[in-house]
């Protein structure tokens, strides 16, 4: 790689001080020039997308989380609406939160906040939190899991004293996923244990109409802010489900908007330069559009550490599909995992360098090492110095060594820098389904984990049905519920686990025994 080739192929946003370095990426014009119809057509889809269109097939959806950062985007007054009145709604709640006009039954402010949820209804704002929060208004917590340990965990955290304090925020767009039931209802037996009353406490951001918005009216939820069908989880955090916890944090909810529709601004131009498009080329390059290599994403910020794991579902969500929108099979995706610079290189840089080379690097640089002065931690070099040679010693190193990555820089880890962080890995992975010709809106393989768990459920129903006093082998039970005996063995042990059974150890799996 030389000067030249780093100076001719970097793209700079100057105004918000944004640049993408795709130098060691190698790609050449021959690869540019064979991609330019579908570069084309990705533009042409995106705009449609932007207009209104049915940008989600399989689901007859509209896809309008580029809507939510630019409302006069949108294709009609209805949905206009959606997007700015939810947003002034819940700007004037977190304004009555924080100066006590709404406040726990025995007086006082909302001290903290309990956010439920799971995938990217815990995830975004788990990132947003991270990356922007410190010293947040009110501090947050999450239930984003059915780990009863780690509902337990948080509950202690918070402290029976605490939870008269907490407000509770409830994310479910349908308002029936099982693990933000069962956090809902975990909750809600916790304030009951406290004589505390739950739904005094709590907020639903759900659908309209939905099991948890019916729930909330009657349980008397103190708000409820609506979520759209056409705002995917995955893409959500600018949506109520981000907003509502940000702007009880005291989070600049405005700027974390305006850097997401700054980057949108740039990256919806028909250019060599947009920095979206660009990725999602090299995403092409690197995996010979089938996703050969995975993405290695090396944020060098502590405050980044959430951002591959952000990423992970966003990417891995989108793009791993099993068909393409022709129905031909071609189970796409692209694999992702990381972790933060430089602390995490010391666990995985020595593969990557010399192992497998099955993958490209993403080094997310923040140019500004902290607030105020630094000392020297030796002579002449501070913490950020070190900081910043060990991102460039790194990424050299691969190169050096056959392994390509991505250079993206920013000057410092804000509402504005984190929203055009999103704002640019959303676009890019647009762009990267229309270039594989797949839906990057829809989630069947979610769906198909979620009916398979419920079957598994129903199976533990009937297994508890058929136990008694006298000791039964999977095999006898599988026979008595018709079920395979590999599944039923799997329910007899957890129930064993959780104190319903007892075990008796045989020989192997077959011989042993269950009772009560």
């Known amino acids: 790689m030389s000067w030249s080739t780093y100076a001719s192929s970097l793209i700079r946003y100057p105004q918000f001080g944004f640049s993408l370095d795709t130098s060691l990426m190698d790609l050449d014009e021959a690869f540019f020039a064979k991609m330019a119809p579908k570069v084309e057509k990705a533009f042409a889809d995106i705009a449609a997308l932007e207009s209104g269109a049915i940008a989600n097939p399989d689901e007859g ?69 991270e990356a922007i929060g410190h010293g947040a208004r009110m501090p947050i917590h999450f239930f984003d899991n059915t780990d009863p340990a780690g509902i337990d965990r948080v509950l202690s955290d918070i402290g029976t004293a605490g939870l008269a304090k907490t407000l509770v925020v409830v994310i479910s767009k349908s308002g029936g996923t099982p693990e933000t039931r069962n956090g809902m209802i975990e909750a809600k037996a916790a304030y009951d244990a406290a004589g505390l009353h739950f739904g005094k406490h709590a907020v639903a951001v759900t659908g309209i109409g939905s099991k948890l918005d019916q729930y909330a009216q009657k349980e008397g939820f103190i708000a409820r802010f609506p979520m759209e069908d056409w705002v995917g989880g995955r893409t959500s955090v600018m949506s109520t489900v981000g907003l509502v916890p940000a702007a009880l944090q005291g989070i600049d909810i405005d700027s974390f908007l305006a850097g997401a529709a700054a980057m949108d601004a740039e990256t919806r131009k028909v250019s060599d330069k947009n920095a979206s498009m660009r990725l999602a080329l090299a995403w092409y390059a690197s995996g010979n559009g089938k996703g050969e290599k995975d993405m290695v994403v090396l944020p060098y910020k502590d405050s980044l550490v959430l951002f591959s794991k952000y990423l992970q579902q966003l990417v891995m969500e989108s793009l791993g599909k099993e068909h393409d929108l022709d129905g031909q099979v071609v189970n796409q995706g692209i ?21 497998v080379a099955n993958f490209f690097a993403t080094f997310i640089e923040v140019r500004k090492g902290r607030s105020g002065d630094s000392i020297e931690v030796e002579p002449g070099n501070s913490s950020a110095d070190y900081l910043q040679g060990f991102l460039r010693g790194t990424r050299k190193a691969l190169y050096d060594s056959g392994r390509k990555s991505i250079t993206i820089s920013i000057p410092e880890v804000t509402p504005f820098q984190l929203g055009a962080l999103i704002g640019l890995f959303e676009r890019a992975v647009s762009f990267y389904a229309s270039l594989v010709n797949i839906n990057a809106y829809h989630q069947p393989g979610v769906e198909a984990g979620k009916k398979a768990a419920s079957i598994f459920l129903d199976l533990l129903s009937s297994v ?19 079920a395979d005996p590999e599944d039923v063995y799997h329910c007899l042990t957890h129930l064993s686990a959780n104190g319903e059974v007892q075990i008796s150890l045989g020989a192997t799996p077959k011989e042993d025994n269950f009772s009560l």
């Not at 609406?81 to 939160?97: G, N, S």
């Open 464 to 482: 508890r049905s058929r136990l008694v006093s006298e000791a039964k082998t999977a095999d006898q039970v599988a026979f008595e519920v018709d």
């Open 335 to 355: 694999a992702v995992y990381g972790n933060k610079g430089s602390t995490d290189q010391h666990a995985y840089v020595q593969q990557l360098r010399d192992g």
């Open 61 to 129: 959806r509209m896809v309008g989380h580029y809507w939510l950062r630019n409302a006069g985007l949108a294709p009609s007054q209805e949905i206009r609406d959606a997007v700015t009145k939810p947003l002034a709604d819940l700007k004037a709640f977190a304004e009555k939160v924080h100066t006590g006009q709404i406040k726990p039954l025995s007086g006082g402010f909302f001290q903290r906040v309990l956010l439920i949820g799971i995938g990217g209804s815990a995830l975004g704002p788990q990132l947003v939190s």
